[in-house]
């Protein structure tokens, strides 16, 4: 084999190696929160923004959608 083909299965194998999260199966995931308009709400028909922090989520189920607020993201957000 040569280097190469060595230095090429070696980058392919690497990502096995990696964790990119500590999530433990029965525990609960870190909490998440977002200060900078983190909360859409409407009132009256005025629309306001309040911080949000995952950890208010607790013992309800629910499904937490980002969607990018660009014009240019409008196909796929649909």
């Known amino acids: 084999m040569t280097l190469r083909n060595i230095l090429a299965a ?3 194998l690497l990502p096995l190696w990696a964790c990119a999260h500590n999530i433990e199966k029965g525990q609960r995931v870190p909490p998440v929160g ?5 909360e859409l ?3 009256n ?3 306001s923004y309040k911080a ?3 950890a208010q989520l607790a ?9 990018a607020g660009r014009t240019s993201a ?3 957000n649909a």
């Open 45 to 47: 028909d005025k629309f």
């Open 59 to 67: 013992g309800k189920v629910r499904v937490v959608q980002h969607i």
């Open 74 to 76: 409008k196909e796929k």
């Open 10 to 12: 070696a980058c392919l």
């Open 41 to 43: 709400i409407l009132d």
């Open 52 to 54: 949000w922090n995952s």
């Open 34 to 38: 977002i200060a900078d308009r983190g």
